[in-house]
């Protein structure tokens, strides 16, 4: 008999009940208890929820405080040292890794100063994972049993789950070695790290749970042979155990294609695979299954918020029915469901036209379930005719097509998307009007978001204050802002964006062809979760969007304001992209609106304009081939095609983080200055690879994540690290990223602190 799975659900809650809690008890309002509480709550209604939709394969293990990389870590014990010696609870052990923890020493508790580690993009999604961190001294032991604990947690309510563990290799693979052991190869530890899997996966079976579901995700990507041969290694010593549940190995968001030989022939009773992603592997993947596996076969999207084709999916599954019998196919989601939104019940504004083409989460429990029945022979007859009108509908929906939009992107030539002159001849222009000092200051654009802030764009949206009452309050916010840049002493300042709910969501709101939610929260990272906009149709501007705070911010100051905007990647990537049009046409209708954008700041009188570009690097495609170096021409175009309609004189600024970017790529966007996060990469050859860089640069020096406050000697030791390779004259003085997430307090200590050390280099130099 097919059966249904899905491979992890969204932990935040249906409100951000874990987000509340966290933040909650991070800020001393609620105590542990009842922290894990509402853990033990949202575990218990997900459970029930997928159990109720009919679900047959449940995961378990697929909550988490932070992050579920994060988890493993403190389970494994790969903590580094500076986090052990605090006696701090594995707890809030977890959370300092994850966000770093300053304390002052109290009567009972130590002062505490660690920053947080490494947080990295997961795959090519919005969610970023805290990157495991090896030592040479790192000694792998389990601390505590927490899949064990939520496996009964769910037994005990009558629920039995399959529970998730991310595999031994891409645990290692996706982490690093600390900087005290920088050759050390973390994969080289796998041997070390196998018999502690062993050991929760027995516990997990004499706990009573029959099947895991392991992810390796990494085997969709380009795996060194070290790394096919540890695949092979690990899932040989796991057939080897006796007393193990049975295992589906899973993976997603790509084809697995090019390791097919690697898995073949693995001692697992089923494989996972993201057919709506890489629906061409079929084949292949079909043929490499052994005679007893099952195939787990990924149909309802994982990652996007499309009402899934039943009709289309159905035909797919029956192929695979076909092929290996009913008994060795599943219906699952194509990846955890944790990049979705919880329900869409809760959209209450969302035109209904519109939203009957969307399915959150919740959603696609009961369509892996519906599908399921369908090709079991089950009657679900009125599902399937009501989503057939619903997905022909879509089709034919006016909502969709702007026929000038595509006229316009038809028109994208190659002058659009090229500077006046290059980068030598525009920059001794700007130089001219800007006249700035070596190592300029500058941050990435906002301030803290505030509680006011919110509170005053709620009154706002609900309307118990008037527009004008709204600006009033907005251009105050930009003034404060402002004048503790002068006050400081920053060179270029920024006016703090808080008119901004997000930085594509604000921009979205304001372009046709979006549509928004009032609910569809996502997990980003840690307790920071993004909304993102969704593209419906084509899209165009219909008006300026940023000009008028930008324009108010510069005529209070005689000091340059940049203007600032989201890019076209970023808007498409943030954003539920359509599914009906590819991402090049998406983001070339983006760079159009932009453009215009761009070119009416300029207009306004605004001289420097920062596009942006934060997710740049999570686009390009996981693979080497065709489809990457497509990516690599398109994205540059289209930020260029948004930042080429200036004068030589106007300075274009971009900004990147959360990856490890690649400066070829970053060089074809031809900026005149980016700024790229950088604090916590601790790493003399990234440096190196940005020498030569032919634009300008300032390369990120403290990390924005965390409230920790760097003194005035860290940055300078920082700042001499990096002119060991990096030449001044191009040296730009910066935060990671933008501050909207920070407090005040601890805001303008460390950016008094970063120009002050600024300051003291230019007195060297
Ligand atoms: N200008 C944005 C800000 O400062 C950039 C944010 C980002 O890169 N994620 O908030
Ligand atoms: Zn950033």
Not at 132 to 150: A, I, M, R
Not at 196 to 222: C, N
Not at 514 to 523: D, I, K, L
Not at 683 to 708: V, W
Request: glycine letters at 6%; charged letters at 25%; aromatic letters at 10%.
């Amino acid at each position: 008999m097919v059966q249904s799975a899905v491979l992890g659900f969204p932990r935040i809650g249906p409100n951000r009940e874990l987000k509340k809690a966290t933040e909650g008890y991070w800020n001393g309002k609620i105590t542990v208890d009842e922290l894990f509480k509402v853990g033990k709550d949202l575990r218990s209604q997900n459970w029930k929820l997928q159990k109720e939709a009919g679900v047959d394969i449940i995961p378990s293990n697929d909550f988490s405080f932070y992050d579920q990389v994060l988890d493993l870590s403190l389970l494994f014990n790969v903590i580094p040292d500076r986090y052990t010696k605090y006696d701090l609870s594995p707890i809030d052990t977890l959370f300092a890794m994850g966000r770093g923890l300053q304390r002052k020493a109290t009567e009972t508790e130590k002062a505490v100063d660690v920053t947080a580690l490494e947080m990295v993009k997961w795959f090519d999604s919005n969610y970023h994972y805290v990157r495991p961190t090896f030592s040479k001294t790192t000694q792998f032991k389990l601390n505590g049993q927490k899949p064990v604990d939520e496996y009964l947690e769910a037994k005990e309510l009558g629920i039995q789950t399959r529970p998730v563990l991310l595999g031994p290799v891409s645990y290692l693979f996706l982490g690093k070695a600390d900087k005290d052991s920088l050759d050390l190869e973390p994969l080289s530890l796998l041997e070390q790290l196998l018999p502690i899997y062993a050991e929760v996966l027995s516990k997990l079976a004499a706990a009573g749970a029959t099947e895991v579901q392991i992810d390796e995700p990494v085997l969709v990507l380009d795996l060194p042979a070290t790394a096919q041969a540890a695949i092979k290694k690990a899932y040989t010593y796991f057939g080897k155990q006796s007393n193990l549940p049975k295992i589906t190995l899973a993976t997603y968001f790509g084809t697995v294609v090019p390791n097919l030989d690697v898995i073949k022939g693995l001692p697992v009773s089923a494989l996972h695979v993201d057919f709506v992603r890489a629906p061409q592997q079929f084949d292949d993947v079909v043929a490499a299954i052994g005679d007893k596996q099952t195939l787990s076969v990924g149909i309802v999207d994982g990652r996007n918020i499309w009402k899934n084709d039943f009709k289309k999916s159905s035909a797919f599954v029956n192929k695979a029915i076909e092929k290996l019998g009913a008994d060795r196919v599943v219906v699952a989601t194509s990846s955890s469901l944790l990049h979705t939104p919880v329900d869409l019940t809760n959209e209450t504004k969302l035109d209904a036209e519109i939203k009957g083409f969307f399915s959150f989460a919740t959603q696609k429990l009961d369509e892996v379930v519906v599908i399921t029945k369908n090709v079991s022979g089950q009657n679900v007859a009125a599902a399937l005719e009501a989503n057939a009108k619903s997905v022909e509908s879509r089709g034919k929906s006016k909502l969709i097509h702007d026929s000038s939009v595509k006229a316009r992107v038809a028109s994208i030539d190659q002058k659009m998307s090229t500077r006046a002159s290059p980068f030598e001849q525009r920059l001794p222009e700007q130089k001219k009007i800007f006249n700035l000092p070596l190592f300029p200051t500058t941050t990435i654009g906002s301030f803290p978001q505030t509680k006011d802030i919110r509170i005053n764009r709620n009154k706002f949206n609900k309307g118990t204050i008037t527009a004008e009452e709204y600006e009033k309050f907005i251009n105050s916010e930009i003034e404060t802002v402002i004048r503790f840049q002068e006050e400081i002493g920053l060179d270029v300042l920024v006016h703090g964006e808080p008119e901004r709910n997000d930085m594509v969501q604000y921009f979205g709101e304001q372009i046709n062809g979006y549509a928004f939610t009032v609910n569809g929260w996502v997990q980003s990272y840690g307790s920071r979760y993004v909304r993102p906009p969704i593209i419906v149709g084509d899209l165009s501007r219909p008006k300026a969007m940023s000009v008028k705070e930008s324009v108010y911010a510069q005529s209070i100051t005689s000091k340059p304001v940049k203007g600032m905007l989201t890019g076209p990647i970023t808007c498409l990537r943030w954003s539920f992209p359509r599914d009906d049009v590819d991402q090049r046409t998406q983001a070339m209708q983006l760079a159009l609106a932009l453009r215009d954008e761009v070119n009416d700041l300029e207009a306004a009188g605004i001289k420097v304009i920062q596009v942006d570009e934060p997710a740049l690097r999570e686009g390009l495609p996981l693979r080497e081939g065709a489809e990457r170096s497509a990516y690599y021409s398109w994205a540059a175009e289209a930020f260029r095609v948004a930042t080429s309609g200036v004068a030589n004189k106007t300075q274009i600024h971009s900004h990147f983080c959360y990856s490890d970017l690649d400066p070829n790529h970053i060089k074809a966007l031809d900026a005149d200055v980016v700024s790229i996060e950088f604090s916590k990469k601790d790493d003399a050859n990234y440096i190196a690879e940005f020498k030569n860089y032919p634009n300008h640069i300032g390369l990120g020096l403290f990390d924005i994540h965390s409230p920790r406050v760097p003194s005035k000697d860290e940055f300078i030791t920082k700042i001499s690290a990096i002119l060991k390779t990096y030449p001044a004259e191009k040296f730009w003085v910066n935060p990671d990223c933008g501050l909207k997430t920070r407090g005040w307090e601890e805001t303008r200590l460390s950016l008094t602190h970063m120009v002050e050390a600024a300051q003291y280099f230019r007195e060297q130099y």
